[in-house]
C-alpha cells in the first residue's frame, strides 16, 4: 500500500495529529481540542476544534467522515454528513458535530470525533448536450434499480 506525505500543521501544541486505528484503514481518526468539555444538546450541531490544519495533495481533496461507533452508540455524526476539505484550504480543520440522538452528549479534549480519508478526485469538463445516450436503466431514480 503505497504511502503519501500530507503535511500538516499544529495549530495549538495540545493537537493530537490524526491517526488510523488499523494498518487497513482507510480513515484516519481525528480528536477534539477543547479547554473543557463540549456539551452538545439532542437535535443541535456544535463545531469541534482539531487545532490541525494540513495541506492536502494536488488532486486530493480530504473527506470527513462520520466514526460508526460513535454515530450508532451516541447519535454524534457530522452535521454535513461527509465534510470536504479542498486542496487549496490551509484554515483550521474543525468538525460540525451533530447530536441525532435524545440526550446531551458530551465531547472531551482528546476524544476521536471523525475520521479523515485522503482520496483523489476527478476534475470534470462539463459539456452541455441536447440529449444524453440511452441506458437500460435510464431516467429511474430513487429505488428504481433491482425491481425487475
Known amino acids: 500500500m503505497p504511502v503519501y506525505p ?3 500543521q499544529r495549530l495549538d501544541p495540545r493537537a493530537k495529529l490524526p491517526a488510523y486505528g488499523s494498518a487497513d484503514a482507510a480513515g484516519a481518526d481525528l480528536y477534539a481540542l477543547a479547554d473543557d468539555p463540549v456539551e452538545i444538546a439532542p437535535g443541535t450541531t456544535v463545531l469541534i476544534h482539531t ?3 494540513a495541506a492536502i495533495p494536488q488532486g486530493c481533496v480530504g473527506l470527513i467522515f462520520a466514526r ?3 454515530a450508532s452508540k451516541q447519535g454524534l455524526a457530522p452535521a454535513n454528513k461527509v ?3 479542498d486542496a487549496d484550504y490551509r484554515g483550521e480543520i474543525m468538525v460540525a ?3 441525532h440522538s435524545q440526550e446531551t452528549r458530551t465531547v472531551q479534549h482528546g476524544d476521536r470525533i471523525a475520521q479523515l480519508a485522503i482520496v483523489p478526485y476527478i476534475t470534470a469538463d462539463f459539456q ?3 440529449t444524453l ?3 437500460d436503466r ?3 431514480g430513487f429505488g428504481s434499480t433491482g425491481t425487475r
Do not use: K, Q, W
Request: charged share 20%; hydrophobic share 40%.
Open 6 to 8: 500530507v503535511p500538516i
Open 138 to 140: 435510464g431516467a429511474g
Open 83 to 85: 465534510g470536504v476539505i
Open 68 to 70: 460508526s461507533g460513535l
Open 97 to 99: 458535530l451533530h447530536n
Open 128 to 130: 452541455e448536450r441536447d
Open 133 to 135: 445516450d440511452e441506458t
Open 51 to 53: 487545532g490541525l490544519a
